[in-house]
T-cell receptor, first 115, second 114 residues
């Protein structure tokens, strides 16, 4: 069974640009989560999608947005990049909302570097 | 409200010594509890989980954790540390009211001294 896959592995941008990060969940998982892991700050919850809808959002500005496609894959878009957006962005997936005792499964992340 | 507190952002142990990583949780209803491990430049890997039933849970790589409701704790232990255990460890909580959203602790970095 393929795990959660994220692309690209690394992404280098400059201030003010826009970045798009992609995530493919494990087959059968309908929920996708995005986290930001900046140096020394632990995991910060960004977004949760399930069945194509945004279920919850963390304390991040609107320039962080995303979507979930009919095949349950997801994109995270970050507009007007700032230096402090440099971080490892992790995607996780899990079964649907009704099975909330199931673990989240993580990809290896996209390392976003802002120059 | 749900939350997790991991006491000790950095823990150092000698190789072969006991590993104890602390996790205390807050949950409005019976919790589901998880421990994850993160190696450098990788995602999080599930070590073990507690949902219902036996309160002592065994996971991968020789780790185990015990759910103690009276202490609202879910501490992670391993009898004998190995160099390969050096990593970041995260505790997480969810429950029937949170859906599948998790609340993570801030992590504990484990160093193993040879």
């Amino acid at each position: 069974e393929a795990g959660v896959t994220q692309s690209p592995t690394h992404l280098i941008k400059t201030r003010g640009q826009q970045a798009t990060l992609r995530c493919s969940p494990i087959s059968g998982h309908t929920s996708v989560y995005w986290y930001q892991q900046a140096l020394g700050l632990g995991l910060q919850f960004l977004l949760w999608y399930d069945e194509g809808e945004e279920r919850n959002r963390g304390n991040f500005p609107p320039r962080f947005s995303g979507r979930q496609f009919p095949n349950y894959s997801s994109e995270l878009n970050v507009n007007a990049l700032e230096l402090e957006d440099s971080a490892l962005y992790l995607c996780a997936s899990s079964f649907y909302v009704g099975q909330n005792n199931q673990p989240q499964h993580f990809g290896d992340g996209t390392r976003l570097s802002i120059l | 409200a749900q939350s997790v507190t991991q006491l000790g952002s950095h823990v150092s142990v000698s190789e072969g010594a006991l590993v104890l990583l602390r996790c205390n949780y807050s949950s409005s209803v019976p919790p589901y509890l998880f421990w994850y491990v993160q190696y450098p430049n990788q995602g999080l890997q599930l070590l073990l989980k507690y949902t219902t039933g036996a309160t002592l849970v065994k996971g991968i790589n020789g780790f185990e954790a015990e759910f103690k409701k009276s202490e609202t704790s879910f501490h992670l232990t391993k009898p004998s540390a190995h160099m390969s255990d050096a990593a970041e460890y995260f505790c997480a909580v969810s429950n029937a009211n949170t859906g599948t959203q998790f609340y993570f602790g801030t992590g504990t970095s484990l160093t193993v001294i040879p």
